[in-house]
Protein backbone atom coordinates (compact mmCIF):
# COMPACT_ATOMS: atom_id res chain seq x y z
CA UNK A 1 0.00 0.00 0.00
CA UNK A 2 2.99 2.50 0.88
CA UNK A 3 4.71 1.54 -2.51
CA UNK A 4 1.25 2.27 -4.68
CA UNK A 5 1.18 5.50 -2.77
CA UNK A 6 3.98 6.48 -3.31
CA UNK A 7 3.56 5.88 -7.14
CA UNK A 8 0.24 7.57 -6.95
CA UNK A 9 1.69 10.51 -5.66
CA UNK A 10 5.36 10.59 -7.63
CA UNK A 11 2.80 10.32 -10.97
CA UNK A 12 0.24 12.98 -9.85
CA UNK A 13 3.03 15.04 -8.99
CA UNK A 14 4.79 15.00 -12.51
CA UNK A 15 2.26 14.79 -14.55
CA UNK A 16 -1.27 16.63 -13.51
CA UNK A 17 -0.70 19.82 -15.03
CA UNK A 18 0.22 18.90 -18.27
CA UNK A 19 -2.54 16.46 -18.34
CA UNK A 20 -5.21 18.71 -17.46
CA UNK A 21 -4.13 20.48 -20.48
CA UNK A 22 -4.37 17.94 -22.90
CA UNK A 23 -8.07 16.69 -21.28
CA UNK A 24 -9.49 20.29 -21.65
CA UNK A 25 -8.07 20.72 -25.59
CA UNK A 26 -8.97 17.30 -26.73
CA UNK A 27 -12.89 17.68 -25.28
CA UNK A 28 -13.22 21.18 -26.47
CA UNK A 29 -15.23 20.19 -29.01
CA UNK A 30 -18.51 21.24 -30.19
CA UNK A 31 -21.57 19.77 -27.58
CA UNK A 32 -23.65 17.47 -28.85
CA UNK A 33 -25.90 15.32 -26.37
CA UNK A 34 -27.18 12.61 -28.25
CA UNK A 35 -23.68 11.66 -29.79
CA UNK A 36 -22.71 11.97 -26.14
CA UNK A 37 -25.20 9.61 -24.64
CA UNK A 38 -24.79 7.02 -26.98
CA UNK A 39 -21.28 6.42 -26.07
CA UNK A 40 -22.00 6.81 -22.59
CA UNK A 41 -24.57 4.27 -22.99
CA UNK A 42 -21.85 2.21 -24.63
CA UNK A 43 -19.40 2.90 -22.56
CA UNK A 44 -21.55 1.20 -19.81
CA UNK A 45 -22.10 -1.91 -22.15
CA UNK A 46 -18.43 -2.17 -22.17
CA UNK A 47 -17.79 -1.50 -18.36
CA UNK A 48 -20.68 -4.79 -17.77
CA UNK A 49 -18.83 -6.54 -20.21
CA UNK A 50 -15.73 -5.98 -18.07
CA UNK A 51 -14.10 -4.67 -21.93
CA UNK A 52 -12.30 -2.18 -19.66
CA UNK A 53 -10.38 -0.43 -22.97
CA UNK A 54 -13.68 -0.31 -25.05
CA UNK A 55 -15.31 1.42 -21.97
CA UNK A 56 -12.69 3.82 -21.88
CA UNK A 57 -12.82 4.52 -25.82
CA UNK A 58 -16.45 4.95 -25.26
CA UNK A 59 -16.62 7.45 -22.55
CA UNK A 60 -13.35 9.14 -23.83
CA UNK A 61 -15.79 10.14 -26.98
CA UNK A 62 -18.78 10.89 -24.69
CA UNK A 63 -16.52 13.63 -23.15
CA UNK A 64 -15.42 14.89 -26.64
CA UNK A 65 -18.85 15.56 -27.52
CA UNK A 66 -19.81 17.23 -24.10
CA UNK A 67 -16.64 17.89 -21.91
CA UNK A 68 -18.22 19.00 -19.00
CA UNK A 69 -20.09 15.72 -18.73
CA UNK A 70 -19.56 14.63 -14.88
CA UNK A 71 -21.06 11.49 -15.43
CA UNK A 72 -18.72 10.43 -18.34
CA UNK A 73 -16.11 11.80 -15.87
CA UNK A 74 -17.03 9.53 -13.21
CA UNK A 75 -17.09 6.43 -15.08
CA UNK A 76 -13.64 7.34 -16.67
CA UNK A 77 -11.94 7.42 -13.15
CA UNK A 78 -13.03 4.08 -12.53
CA UNK A 79 -11.67 2.69 -15.50
CA UNK A 80 -8.57 4.30 -15.11
CA UNK A 81 -7.96 3.44 -12.07
CA UNK A 82 -8.51 -0.16 -13.01
CA UNK A 83 -6.00 -0.30 -15.91
CA UNK A 84 -3.51 2.08 -13.67
CA UNK A 85 -3.87 5.23 -14.92
CA UNK A 86 -3.85 6.49 -11.35
CA UNK A 87 -3.17 10.19 -11.87
CA UNK A 88 -5.85 10.27 -14.91
CA UNK A 89 -7.92 8.76 -12.78
CA UNK A 90 -7.58 10.96 -10.07
CA UNK A 91 -7.76 14.05 -12.37
CA UNK A 92 -11.13 12.68 -13.54
CA UNK A 93 -12.57 12.22 -10.09
CA UNK A 94 -11.99 15.49 -9.04
CA UNK A 95 -13.09 17.23 -11.83
CA UNK A 96 -16.15 15.75 -11.43
CA UNK A 97 -16.40 16.25 -8.20
CA UNK A 98 -15.85 20.02 -8.75
CA UNK A 99 -18.55 20.16 -11.79
CA UNK A 100 -21.32 18.57 -9.33
CA UNK A 101 -20.40 19.40 -5.77
CA UNK A 102 -23.80 17.52 -5.43
CA UNK A 103 -23.33 14.07 -6.50
CA UNK A 104 -23.04 12.27 -2.89
CA UNK A 105 -21.00 9.41 -4.95
CA UNK A 106 -18.16 11.79 -6.93
CA UNK A 107 -17.56 13.21 -3.56
CA UNK A 108 -16.73 9.99 -1.87
CA UNK A 109 -14.72 8.33 -4.86
CA UNK A 110 -12.69 11.59 -4.59
CA UNK A 111 -12.72 10.96 -0.80
CA UNK A 112 -11.08 7.24 -1.38
CA UNK A 113 -8.10 8.84 -3.18
CA UNK A 114 -7.58 11.62 -0.70
CA UNK A 115 -7.61 8.65 1.75
CA UNK A 116 -4.68 6.24 -0.17
CA UNK A 117 -2.76 9.54 -0.91
CA UNK A 118 -2.39 9.93 2.81
CA UNK A 119 -4.42 13.18 1.92
CA UNK A 120 -6.06 12.71 5.46
CA UNK A 121 -7.14 16.52 5.50
CA UNK A 122 -8.03 17.18 2.68
CA UNK A 123 -10.27 13.99 3.12
CA UNK A 124 -11.54 15.35 6.61
CA UNK A 125 -12.52 18.49 4.98
CA UNK A 126 -14.67 16.61 2.23
CA UNK A 127 -16.52 14.32 4.88
CA UNK A 128 -17.51 16.82 7.35
CA UNK A 129 -20.04 18.51 5.32
CA UNK A 130 -20.50 15.58 3.57
CA UNK A 131 -21.59 13.69 7.15
CA UNK A 132 -23.95 16.66 7.97
CA UNK A 133 -25.31 17.06 4.87
CA UNK A 134 -26.52 12.97 4.93
CA UNK A 135 -26.68 12.32 8.66
CA UNK A 136 -27.80 8.73 8.05
CA UNK A 137 -24.94 7.77 6.64
CA UNK A 138 -23.34 5.51 8.68
CA UNK A 139 -20.26 4.21 6.82
CA UNK A 140 -19.68 7.75 5.87
CA UNK A 141 -19.67 8.85 9.65
CA UNK A 142 -17.53 5.58 10.50
CA UNK A 143 -14.81 6.54 8.14
CA UNK A 144 -14.61 10.05 9.18
CA UNK A 145 -14.03 8.64 12.53
CA UNK A 146 -11.27 6.82 11.27
CA UNK A 147 -9.76 9.75 10.16
CA UNK A 148 -9.93 11.66 12.95
CA UNK A 149 -8.27 9.03 14.98
CA UNK A 150 -5.63 8.65 12.10
CA UNK A 151 -4.83 12.44 12.57
CA UNK A 152 -5.19 12.37 16.32
CA UNK A 153 -8.20 14.67 17.03
CA UNK A 154 -9.75 12.72 19.44
CA UNK A 155 -12.07 15.03 20.85
CA UNK A 156 -13.74 15.18 17.50
CA UNK A 157 -13.55 11.32 17.08
CA UNK A 158 -15.31 11.00 20.51
CA UNK A 159 -18.39 13.26 19.41
CA UNK A 160 -18.92 11.85 16.53
CA UNK A 161 -18.50 7.91 18.43
CA UNK A 162 -21.27 9.53 20.48
CA UNK A 163 -23.45 10.22 16.81
CA UNK A 164 -23.02 7.04 15.47
CA UNK A 165 -23.94 5.08 18.49
CA UNK A 166 -27.15 7.40 18.75
CA UNK A 167 -27.94 6.44 15.26
CA UNK A 168 -26.94 1.94 15.61
CA UNK A 169 -27.10 1.61 19.08
CA UNK A 170 -24.48 0.48 21.49
CA UNK A 171 -21.60 -1.33 19.35
CA UNK A 172 -18.59 -3.35 20.31
CA UNK A 173 -16.41 -1.57 17.76
CA UNK A 174 -17.32 1.94 18.65
CA UNK A 175 -16.78 0.98 22.03
CA UNK A 176 -13.31 -0.50 21.28
CA UNK A 177 -12.46 2.39 19.59
CA UNK A 178 -13.61 4.92 22.25
CA UNK A 179 -11.77 2.99 25.23
CA UNK A 180 -8.74 2.79 22.86
CA UNK A 181 -8.90 6.68 22.94
CA UNK A 182 -8.88 7.01 26.31
CA UNK A 183 -6.04 4.45 26.25
CA UNK A 184 -3.91 6.98 23.76
CA UNK A 185 -4.76 10.17 26.24
CA UNK A 186 -3.61 8.40 29.34
CA UNK A 187 -7.34 9.12 30.58
CA UNK A 188 -7.19 6.27 33.05
CA UNK A 189 -10.88 7.93 34.98
CA UNK A 190 -12.42 7.91 31.96
CA UNK A 191 -12.03 4.62 30.36
CA UNK A 192 -12.57 3.23 34.26
CA UNK A 193 -15.79 5.45 33.97
CA UNK A 194 -16.82 3.96 30.59
CA UNK A 195 -16.21 0.55 31.59
CA UNK A 196 -18.17 0.95 34.83
CA UNK A 197 -20.91 2.22 32.52
CA UNK A 198 -20.60 -0.45 30.42
CA UNK A 199 -20.81 -2.86 33.52
CA UNK A 200 -24.09 -1.56 34.94
CA UNK A 201 -25.82 -1.51 31.05
CA UNK A 202 -24.46 -5.37 30.67
CA UNK A 203 -23.69 -6.82 33.80
CA UNK A 204 -23.72 -10.60 32.24
CA UNK A 205 -20.87 -9.66 30.10
CA UNK A 206 -17.83 -11.12 31.39
CA UNK A 207 -15.68 -9.31 28.86
CA UNK A 208 -16.48 -5.42 30.61
CA UNK A 209 -14.84 -6.80 34.04
CA UNK A 210 -12.19 -8.47 32.14
CA UNK A 211 -11.02 -5.00 30.70
CA UNK A 212 -11.73 -2.94 33.77
CA UNK A 213 -9.61 -5.70 35.78
CA UNK A 214 -7.02 -5.05 33.39
CA UNK A 215 -6.96 -1.60 33.90
CA UNK A 216 -7.16 -1.53 37.61
CA UNK A 217 -3.83 -3.82 37.11
CA UNK A 218 -2.17 -1.47 34.98
CA UNK A 219 -3.08 1.37 37.40
CA UNK A 220 -0.94 -0.47 40.17
CA UNK A 221 -4.50 -1.16 41.49
CA UNK A 222 -4.24 -4.52 42.85
CA UNK A 223 -7.07 -5.05 44.93
CA UNK A 224 -9.35 -3.68 43.30
CA UNK A 225 -8.42 -5.52 39.77
CA UNK A 226 -8.26 -8.96 42.24
CA UNK A 227 -11.86 -8.26 43.35
CA UNK A 228 -13.47 -7.50 39.67
CA UNK A 229 -11.87 -10.95 38.45
CA UNK A 230 -13.64 -12.64 41.42
CA UNK A 231 -16.41 -11.03 40.46
CA UNK A 232 -16.22 -12.64 37.01
CA UNK A 233 -16.43 -15.71 38.74
CA UNK A 234 -19.51 -14.83 40.63
CA UNK A 235 -21.29 -13.79 37.18
CA UNK A 236 -20.10 -16.91 35.29
CA UNK A 237 -18.02 -19.28 36.87
CA UNK A 238 -17.23 -21.21 33.70
CA UNK A 239 -16.46 -18.36 32.15
CA UNK A 240 -13.55 -19.73 29.35
CA UNK A 241 -10.64 -17.07 29.89
CA UNK A 242 -10.69 -16.37 33.49
CA UNK A 243 -8.06 -18.33 34.75
CA UNK A 244 -6.12 -17.23 32.22
CA UNK A 245 -6.61 -13.70 33.15
CA UNK A 246 -6.10 -14.73 36.32
CA UNK A 247 -2.96 -16.58 35.65
CA UNK A 248 -1.57 -13.34 34.54
CA UNK A 249 -2.19 -11.14 37.21
CA UNK A 250 -0.42 -13.61 39.61
CA UNK A 251 2.42 -14.20 38.00
CA UNK A 252 2.95 -10.48 37.02
CA UNK A 253 2.30 -9.88 40.90
CA UNK A 254 5.16 -12.43 41.53
CA UNK A 255 2.68 -15.30 42.95
CA UNK A 256 3.57 -18.25 41.33
CA UNK A 257 2.06 -20.41 43.55
CA UNK A 258 -1.42 -18.75 42.46
CA UNK A 259 -0.46 -18.23 39.01
CA UNK A 260 0.10 -22.38 38.79
CA UNK A 261 -2.97 -23.10 40.46
CA UNK A 262 -4.94 -21.05 37.63
CA UNK A 263 -2.79 -22.86 35.18
CA UNK A 264 -4.15 -26.26 36.42
CA UNK A 265 -7.59 -24.45 36.71
CA UNK A 266 -7.82 -23.55 32.93
CA UNK A 267 -6.74 -26.89 31.84
CA UNK A 268 -9.38 -28.35 33.72
CA UNK A 269 -11.62 -25.94 32.59
CA UNK A 270 -14.34 -27.68 29.78
CA UNK A 271 -15.56 -24.14 28.48
CA UNK A 272 -11.55 -23.17 27.24
CA UNK A 273 -10.07 -24.78 23.92
CA UNK A 274 -7.54 -27.10 23.84
CA UNK A 275 -5.57 -24.96 21.47
CA UNK A 276 -6.08 -21.89 23.89
CA UNK A 277 -4.58 -24.74 27.26
CA UNK A 278 -1.76 -25.27 24.71
CA UNK A 279 -0.32 -21.83 24.39
CA UNK A 280 -0.45 -20.88 27.83
CA UNK A 281 1.11 -24.28 28.55
CA UNK A 282 4.04 -23.74 26.38
CA UNK A 283 3.71 -20.04 27.54
CA UNK A 284 4.36 -21.34 31.25
CA UNK A 285 7.09 -23.83 30.32
CA UNK A 286 8.93 -20.86 28.06
CA UNK A 287 8.78 -18.98 31.11
CA UNK A 288 10.04 -21.03 34.02
CA UNK A 289 13.55 -22.55 34.25
CA UNK A 290 13.71 -26.17 34.30
CA UNK A 291 14.02 -27.11 37.67
CA UNK A 292 12.33 -30.13 40.03
CA UNK A 293 9.87 -28.47 41.02
CA UNK A 294 8.92 -27.53 37.16
CA UNK A 295 8.81 -30.79 36.40
CA UNK A 296 6.65 -31.75 39.15
CA UNK A 297 4.39 -28.92 37.89
CA UNK A 298 4.67 -30.86 34.30
CA UNK A 299 3.44 -34.25 35.94
CA UNK A 300 0.45 -32.44 37.16
CA UNK A 301 -0.77 -30.51 34.04
CA UNK A 302 -0.43 -33.50 31.77
CA UNK A 303 -2.24 -35.11 34.48
CA UNK A 304 -5.27 -33.00 33.89
CA UNK A 305 -4.85 -32.59 30.55
CA UNK A 306 -5.46 -36.34 30.26
CA UNK A 307 -8.26 -35.89 32.68
CA UNK A 308 -10.16 -33.36 30.91
CA UNK A 309 -9.09 -34.36 27.38
CA UNK A 310 -8.58 -38.43 27.68
CA UNK A 311 -8.87 -38.45 23.55
CA UNK A 312 -6.36 -36.15 23.09
CA UNK A 313 -2.38 -37.04 22.65
CA UNK A 314 -1.47 -33.68 24.10
CA UNK A 315 -1.68 -34.36 28.07
CA UNK A 316 -0.39 -38.21 27.07
CA UNK A 317 3.03 -36.53 26.02
CA UNK A 318 3.54 -34.32 28.31
CA UNK A 319 3.19 -36.86 31.05
CA UNK A 320 5.15 -39.26 29.33
CA UNK A 321 8.26 -36.63 28.81
CA UNK A 322 8.14 -36.09 32.73
CA UNK A 323 8.56 -39.96 32.98
CA UNK A 324 11.59 -39.66 30.74
CA UNK A 325 13.16 -37.26 32.39
CA UNK A 326 12.46 -39.20 35.60
CA UNK A 327 13.71 -42.13 33.78
CA UNK A 328 11.10 -44.10 34.34
CA UNK A 329 10.96 -46.59 31.69
CA UNK A 330 8.35 -48.91 32.47
CA UNK A 331 5.35 -45.36 32.72
CA UNK A 332 7.32 -43.66 29.99
CA UNK A 333 7.02 -46.72 27.67
CA UNK A 334 2.70 -47.18 28.98
CA UNK A 335 2.02 -43.53 28.40
CA UNK A 336 3.79 -43.37 24.93
CA UNK A 337 2.03 -46.65 23.70
CA UNK A 338 -1.51 -44.59 24.57
CA UNK A 339 -0.38 -41.70 22.53
CA UNK A 340 0.32 -44.09 19.46
CA UNK A 341 -3.32 -45.65 20.00
CA UNK A 342 -4.80 -41.69 20.05
CA UNK A 343 -1.87 -41.03 16.78
CA UNK A 344 -0.24 -43.91 15.43
CA UNK A 345 1.62 -41.40 13.25
CA UNK A 346 2.68 -39.22 16.03
CA UNK A 347 6.65 -38.84 15.78
CA UNK A 348 7.72 -38.28 19.52
CA UNK A 349 5.04 -41.27 20.48
CA UNK A 350 7.40 -43.74 17.81
CA UNK A 351 10.52 -41.98 19.32
CA UNK A 352 10.23 -41.96 22.90
CA UNK A 353 8.59 -45.76 22.79
CA UNK A 354 11.53 -46.67 21.75
CA UNK A 355 13.81 -44.64 23.84
CA UNK A 356 11.82 -46.02 26.56
CA UNK A 357 12.14 -49.95 25.68
CA UNK A 358 15.83 -49.16 24.81
CA UNK A 359 16.56 -48.53 28.86
CA UNK A 360 14.90 -51.38 29.38
CA UNK A 361 16.83 -53.54 27.40
CA UNK A 362 13.42 -54.54 25.30
CA UNK A 363 15.54 -55.00 22.15
CA UNK A 364 13.01 -57.05 19.81
CA UNK A 365 10.20 -54.23 20.96
CA UNK A 366 13.06 -51.75 19.73
CA UNK A 367 13.22 -53.35 17.19
CA UNK A 368 9.88 -54.26 15.92
CA UNK A 369 8.77 -50.42 16.44
CA UNK A 370 11.57 -48.64 14.98
CA UNK A 371 10.91 -50.93 12.00
CA UNK A 372 7.14 -49.74 12.30
CA UNK A 373 8.68 -46.45 12.52
CA UNK A 374 10.13 -46.14 9.37
CA UNK A 375 6.51 -46.76 7.45
CA UNK A 376 5.77 -43.17 8.82
CA UNK A 377 9.12 -41.82 8.71
CA UNK A 378 11.07 -43.11 5.96
CA UNK A 379 13.94 -40.59 5.85
CA UNK A 380 14.41 -40.23 9.71
CA UNK A 381 17.72 -41.37 10.81
CA UNK A 382 16.94 -41.71 14.18
CA UNK A 383 14.21 -45.10 13.86
CA UNK A 384 17.46 -46.68 11.33
CA UNK A 385 20.00 -46.06 14.14
CA UNK A 386 17.53 -47.73 16.64
CA UNK A 387 16.73 -50.81 14.18
CA UNK A 388 19.93 -51.04 13.25
CA UNK A 389 21.31 -51.26 17.13
CA UNK A 390 18.60 -53.37 18.33
CA UNK A 391 19.26 -56.11 15.34
CA UNK A 392 23.26 -55.77 16.16
CA UNK A 393 22.25 -56.53 19.83
CA UNK A 394 19.81 -60.04 18.81
CA UNK A 395 23.04 -60.59 16.23
CA UNK A 396 21.12 -59.92 13.35
CA UNK A 397 24.13 -58.41 11.88
CA UNK A 398 23.35 -58.36 8.22
CA UNK A 399 20.08 -56.58 9.19
CA UNK A 400 21.71 -54.14 11.19
CA UNK A 401 24.50 -53.25 8.51
CA UNK A 402 21.62 -52.86 6.11
CA UNK A 403 19.78 -50.23 8.57
CA UNK A 404 22.76 -48.74 9.81
CA UNK A 405 23.98 -48.17 5.69
CA UNK A 406 20.41 -46.67 4.65
CA UNK A 407 20.20 -44.33 7.98
CA UNK A 408 23.55 -42.57 7.40
CA UNK A 409 22.09 -41.35 3.99
CA UNK A 410 19.29 -39.75 5.48
CA UNK A 411 22.06 -37.85 8.12
CA UNK A 412 23.29 -34.86 7.80
CA UNK A 413 24.48 -33.66 11.57
CA UNK A 414 28.62 -34.81 11.07
CA UNK A 415 28.36 -36.27 14.72
CA UNK A 416 25.73 -37.97 13.96
CA UNK A 417 26.71 -39.38 10.80
CA UNK A 418 29.84 -40.03 13.26
CA UNK A 419 28.10 -42.58 14.93
CA UNK A 420 26.68 -44.22 11.95
CA UNK A 421 29.62 -45.12 10.68
CA UNK A 422 31.30 -46.18 14.33
CA UNK A 423 28.92 -48.52 14.57
CA UNK A 424 29.69 -49.99 11.52
CA UNK A 425 33.31 -50.03 11.56
CA UNK A 426 33.08 -52.51 14.59
CA UNK A 427 30.41 -54.56 12.76
CA UNK A 428 32.24 -55.30 9.34
CA UNK A 429 35.11 -56.05 11.27
CA UNK A 430 33.09 -58.68 13.28
CA UNK A 431 32.11 -60.04 10.58
CA UNK A 432 35.81 -60.00 8.97
CA UNK A 433 35.96 -57.66 6.37
CA UNK A 434 38.73 -55.28 7.53
CA UNK A 435 38.68 -53.22 4.76
CA UNK A 436 35.00 -52.04 5.01
CA UNK A 437 35.52 -51.43 8.89
CA UNK A 438 38.87 -49.83 8.32
CA UNK A 439 37.24 -47.28 5.65
CA UNK A 440 34.01 -46.99 8.07
CA UNK A 441 36.69 -45.59 11.00
CA UNK A 442 38.23 -43.18 9.03
CA UNK A 443 34.54 -42.11 7.97
CA UNK A 444 33.76 -41.56 11.54
CA UNK A 445 37.87 -39.60 12.43
CA UNK A 446 37.04 -37.34 9.45
CA UNK A 447 34.00 -36.19 10.82
CA UNK A 448 34.85 -36.45 15.13
CA UNK A 449 38.07 -36.82 14.95
CA UNK A 450 38.10 -37.25 18.75
CA UNK A 451 35.91 -40.02 18.85
CA UNK A 452 37.66 -42.01 21.65
CA UNK A 453 36.16 -44.83 20.81
CA UNK A 454 36.82 -45.22 17.19
CA UNK A 455 40.70 -44.00 18.10
CA UNK A 456 41.14 -46.90 20.20
CA UNK A 457 39.75 -49.49 18.26
CA UNK A 458 41.17 -48.25 14.81
CA UNK A 459 44.46 -48.62 16.32
CA UNK A 460 44.16 -51.80 18.06
CA UNK A 461 42.55 -53.72 14.85
CA UNK A 462 45.83 -52.05 13.04
CA UNK A 463 48.62 -53.00 16.09
CA UNK A 464 46.90 -56.58 15.69
CA UNK A 465 47.69 -56.57 11.96
CA UNK A 466 50.73 -55.14 12.46
CA UNK A 467 49.49 -52.08 9.43
CA UNK A 468 50.15 -48.35 9.76
CA UNK A 469 51.68 -48.84 13.41
CA UNK A 470 52.40 -45.05 13.47
CA UNK A 471 49.36 -44.12 12.53
CA UNK A 472 48.06 -46.47 15.51
CA UNK A 473 50.38 -45.14 17.61
CA UNK A 474 49.35 -41.26 16.68
CA UNK A 475 45.70 -42.27 17.71
CA UNK A 476 45.97 -44.31 20.61
CA UNK A 477 48.17 -41.75 21.73
CA UNK A 478 44.95 -39.03 21.16
CA UNK A 479 42.87 -41.74 23.22
CA UNK A 480 44.99 -42.18 26.11
CA UNK A 481 45.41 -38.39 26.18
CA UNK A 482 41.91 -38.12 26.05
CA UNK A 483 40.89 -41.09 29.15
CA UNK A 484 44.50 -41.21 30.71
CA UNK A 485 42.79 -43.73 33.20
CA UNK A 486 40.97 -46.21 30.99
CA UNK A 487 42.89 -49.77 31.05
CA UNK A 488 41.03 -50.53 28.12
CA UNK A 489 42.82 -47.34 26.19
CA UNK A 490 46.26 -48.14 28.11
CA UNK A 491 46.48 -52.14 26.81
CA UNK A 492 45.75 -50.62 23.46
CA UNK A 493 48.59 -48.08 23.65
CA UNK A 494 50.91 -50.35 24.96
CA UNK A 495 50.21 -53.47 21.80
CA UNK A 496 50.83 -50.79 19.54
CA UNK A 497 54.48 -49.88 21.25
CA UNK A 498 54.90 -53.54 21.67
CA UNK A 499 54.57 -54.25 17.79
CA UNK A 500 56.70 -51.37 17.31
CA UNK A 501 59.30 -52.41 19.58
CA UNK A 502 59.19 -50.02 21.91
CA UNK A 503 59.07 -52.24 24.75
CA UNK A 504 59.91 -50.94 27.66
CA UNK A 505 57.46 -47.53 27.05
CA UNK A 506 54.69 -50.94 26.38
CA UNK A 507 55.62 -52.10 29.94
CA UNK A 508 55.20 -49.23 31.34
CA UNK A 509 51.93 -48.43 30.37
CA UNK A 510 50.81 -51.99 30.55
CA UNK A 511 51.57 -51.64 34.02
CA UNK A 512 49.60 -49.20 34.65
CA UNK A 513 46.93 -51.16 33.29
CA UNK A 514 46.87 -53.78 34.85
CA UNK A 515 46.42 -51.76 38.17
CA UNK A 516 43.64 -49.94 37.13
CA UNK A 517 42.07 -53.05 35.94
CA UNK A 518 39.06 -53.98 38.19
CA UNK A 519 39.13 -57.82 37.47
CA UNK A 520 42.22 -60.24 35.83
CA UNK A 521 41.65 -59.99 31.83
CA UNK A 522 43.08 -63.23 29.84
CA UNK A 523 43.77 -60.92 27.15
CA UNK A 524 45.79 -58.07 29.76
CA UNK A 525 48.24 -61.06 30.87
CA UNK A 526 48.73 -62.69 27.42
CA UNK A 527 50.06 -59.01 26.30
CA UNK A 528 52.00 -58.49 29.57
CA UNK A 529 53.61 -61.85 29.27
CA UNK A 530 54.45 -60.89 25.58
CA UNK A 531 55.75 -57.95 26.18
CA UNK A 532 58.09 -59.42 29.32
CA UNK A 533 59.31 -62.14 27.13
CA UNK A 534 61.09 -59.23 24.75
CA UNK A 535 62.05 -57.49 28.21
CA UNK A 536 64.09 -61.47 28.73
CA UNK A 537 61.81 -60.84 32.51
Same mark, same amino acid.
Given at each position: ???????? *? $?? *??????????????????????????????????????????????????????????????????????????? /??????????? !??????????????????????????? @?????? #??????????? +??????? $????????????? /?????????? &?????????????????????????? *???? @?????????????????????? !????????????????????????????? @????? =??????????????????? =?????????????????????????????????? /???????? $??????????? $??????????? /???? #????????????? +????? @???????????? =???????????????????????????????????? #?? &?????????????????????????????????????????????????????????????????????? !???????????????????????????????????????????????????????
Amino acid at each position: MKYRMFLL *L $LL *LGCSMGSFAQTMESEFAGKPDKKKNATYFSNGLQSKYREDTEGAIRNFEQALHYMPNDAASMFELSEQYYTVGRL /DDAFWMIEKAA !ELDPENKWYQMRLGVFYRELGQLGDFI @NLYEPL #TKKYPDDMEML +SELIEAY $LLTEQFDKALAKM /DVLEQQIGQN &DFITEQRLGVYKRQGNGKKLVAELER *LIKE @NPENVRYYSLLAQEYAEMGKDK !EALKTYEKIKEVNPNDPYINVSLLEFYEK @NGDKE =KAFNELIAAIRNKSLDIAT =KANIWDYWMGKNEKSNEIDEQARQCGEAFIETHP /DNKLGYLI $LGSYYIVEQNA $LKSKEIYKQVL /DIDS #TDFYGWQNIIISE +SRLNE @NENVRQHAIKAL =KYYPMQPVFYWYAGVASAVLKINDEAINYLEKGRRY #TT &DKIQLSNFDAFLGDLYHEQGDEEKAFDAYERTLRNDPDNVLVLNNYAYYLAVKGQDLDKALEMSTKAIAA !EPDNPTYLDTHAWVLYMKGDYREAEKHMKKALKLLKEPDETYTKHYEAIMDKLKK
